[in-house]
């Protein structure tokens, strides 16, 4: 099996190209979407012990929790040692449930993929990336968001460039839905039959 690694900046079309990957039959972990899950079920109370009055009925509540770690380095490292190890299970019993399935390529969507070590768990690391001005205007056309917002997200980052530079594959979706498509269809063709670790 297959373990391809899908990251990128903020703004850079990460989630498209998932749907894509998704859309041709390739079974994707979604890193962000499992902590939602935990933050709705088993990480409340560990948070709630760690962070006190940052969750209600059983469930997170993400603007509290935000506000007491955004801007503290000590506080961010204690969720991560909360939530990494329950990400990291989801993430196995969905590699154990994909090998026993016998799926030949898997795809973990990870946002800080190369921040934070994980590309050492893949075979092929693929960036999704696109012009700066095009980053720039999808971020700062979402609810909430504004420059400032956007330079702090940038900040914890890698560099695009950088990203770049690391990657196996790129996807470039400053053009159509059509052109990322057909790029991620072109990755999953040149990927195809290679192996992996779980072969």
Same mark, same amino acid.
Request: no cysteine; charged share 25%.
């Given at each position: 099996?297959? +373990?391809?690694?899908?990251?990128?900046?903020?703004?850079m079309?990460?989630?498209t190209?998932a749907?894509?990957?998704?859309?041709?039959? +390739?079974?994707?972990?979604?890193?962000?979407?499992a902590? $939602?899950?935990?933050?709705?079920?088993?990480?409340?109370? !560990?948070?709630?012990?760690?962070?006190?009055?940052? %969750?209600?009925?059983?469930?997170?509540?993400r603007?509290?929790?935000?506000?007491r770690v !955004?801007?503290d380095?000590?506080?961010?490292? &204690?969720?991560?040692?909360?939530? $990494? =190890?329950?990400?990291?299970?989801?993430?196995?019993?969905? !590699?154990?449930?994909?090998?026993?399935?016998g799926?030949?390529i898997?795809v973990?969507?990870? =946002?800080?993929?190369?921040? %934070?070590g994980a590309e050492? &768990?893949?075979?092929?690391?693929?960036v999704?990336s696109?012009? =700066?001005q095009?980053?720039?205007?999808?971020? !700062?056309?979402? =609810?909430?968001?504004?420059?400032?917002?956007?330079?702090a997200?940038?900040?914890?980052q890698?560099?695009d460039?950088?990203?770049?530079? &690391?990657? $196996?594959?790129?996807?470039? %979706?400053?053009?159509?839905?059509?052109? %990322?498509?057909?790029?991620? $269809?072109?990755?999953?063709?040149?990927?195809?039959?290679?192996?992996g670790?779980?072969?």
């Amino acid at each position: 099996m297959f +373990v391809l690694g899908l990251t990128g900046s903020i703004g850079m079309g990460k989630s498209t190209a998932a749907r894509f990957f998704s859309e041709a039959g +390739v079974a994707v972990h979604d890193a962000d979407s499992a902590v $939602h899950r935990l933050y709705q079920g088993e990480a409340a109370a !560990l948070i709630e012990a760690a962070f006190p009055g940052t %969750t209600a009925d059983g469930k997170v509540d993400r603007i509290k929790l935000a506000a007491r770690v !955004l801007d503290d380095a000590a506080a961010m490292r &204690r969720l991560e040692a909360v939530i $990494h =190890p329950l990400v990291g299970e989801s993430e196995k019993k969905f !590699l154990a449930k994909a090998a026993e399935r016998g799926d030949r390529i898997v795809v973990l969507d990870i =946002p800080l993929l190369l921040e %934070t070590g994980a590309e050492q &768990r893949v075979d092929a690391v693929v960036v999704v990336s696109a012009n =700066p001005q095009v980053q720039r205007a999808r971020v !700062l056309g979402r =609810p909430g968001m504004n420059e400032a917002k956007l330079d702090a997200v940038l900040a914890k980052q890698l560099p695009d460039s950088e990203k770049r530079r &690391r990657a $196996h594959f790129v996807v470039d %979706t400053s053009g159509s839905h059509d052109s %990322t498509r057909a790029q991620v $269809h072109g990755i999953l063709r040149a990927v195809a039959g290679l192996p992996g670790r779980f072969a």
